[in-house]
């Protein structure tokens, strides 16, 4: 059972901003449990390093906010985490951010205020106060996202260990043997869909140490595998688990594109392709270098879409132009249909040796 409290800056609750202050942190920390500790002059310590952490994401949310954007300033509490979110979006990128020692702030005022009592780190130092008060208690770091339209920013902190029990027991369900093939990022991203709904490149970034490229990369394969769905492009690309009802649809999608995209192909043609693929359609998951001389071996003397790869192969064919077919292009290991517009919707590749 869960409870959420909605505690908006708009005037009608409280006369001014530290008031509401005080007011949401005897909320947010009624709970929390307060171990005896004492402290330089032994006296009992009044907060742990997990209040700290509290104070500081919602004095940021306070200091940052735009308080002309829409939706007001909103606190949520629930067993098993806090979510804060405030309007405007953040001054400076992510990596800086989670980097520290860089902060724009949006309300220098506001921020005098909370230092001069002391409830305000020097700039860009509070972030590593909130990962430190997280990482006490070995839960899932906190994550930021934004959002547009309207601008927002949210924090969200939860209070699940970093790889819960009861999520790997769902994830070893869903998958069976194949989850025993999983890498131990690949276990990260996949625990992270599961637990938070879905997961984006900004968000692996900021439980591990990957570079965002290879995060990309990783990403785009448990796609490719089946293992996640895409929903938007780029920077606003996120990932969810496939579900049973997407993997229906997948698979009415596939033989309905296999029997439409090689319609151009003779049945002896067809045949000459799976032939080819036969490793990749009675195996899961390929070792890159298995998966790269089948690709280059089907456009050996034959053009072929994206689209026409991902359903001889069996394989999702964003996928595969992600992971494998622009690279090849580079590298001058396949060669355009039409060089002139590499993003057209019929691109086709074929092999770059002469017939």
Known sequence: MRYTDRLFVDGTWVANLFQFYLRVMQRLSRDIKLPFQLDDNLFRKGETVVHEAIR????????????????????????????FS?????????????????????????????????????????VDKIQRGWGSQHWR????REQVQPDRVQWMLSMVSLIPEKSLHRLKNLFNKRYDQFSKQEVQVLVTADLEGNVDNARMR??????????????????????LVQEGHRR????????????AHKDQSSA??????LAEFSDNEKEA???????????????????????????????????????????????????????????????????????????????????
């Open 56 to 83: 500081e994401v919602l004095v940021n949310a306070l200091i940052h906010a735009d308080y002309q954007g829409q939706g007001g300033i909103i606190v949520e509490k629930y067993k098993d985490r806090f979510e």
């Open 86 to 126: 405030n309007p405007g979006l953040l001054l400076i990128s992510l990596e800086q951010l989670f980097k520290g020692n860089v902060s724009e702030c949006r309300n220098k005022s506001i921020q005098k205020m909370f230092a001069l009592f002391g409830a305000a780190e020097k700039a860009g130092s509070g």
């Open 141 to 144: 770091s906190p994550g930021v």
């Open 206 to 227: 900021q439980i591990t140490s990957m570079h965002t490229a290879d995060i990309t990369r990783l990403l785009q394969k448990l796609v490719g595998q089946g293992d």
């Open 236 to 247: 606003w690309a996120r990932y969810r688990l496939m579900s049973a009802v997407d993997s």
């Open 256 to 261: 309905h594109s296999r029997s439409s995209s």
């Open 273 to 355: 392709l799976y032939k080819i693929a036969l490793p990749a359609l009675t195996q899961s998951r390929l070792p890159p270098k298995e998966m790269e001389a089948l690709i280059l071996e089907i456009c050996r003397y034959r053009w072929l879409t994206h689209r026409q790869m991902g359903d001889v192969l069996q394989r999702n064919p964003d996928g595969l132009r992600y992971r494998f077919l622009t690279a090849f292009v580079g590298h001058g290991l396949l060669r355009l249909k039409y060089p002139n517009t590499p993003n057209r919707a019929d691109q086709a590749y074929t092999s770059a040796e002469k017939e």
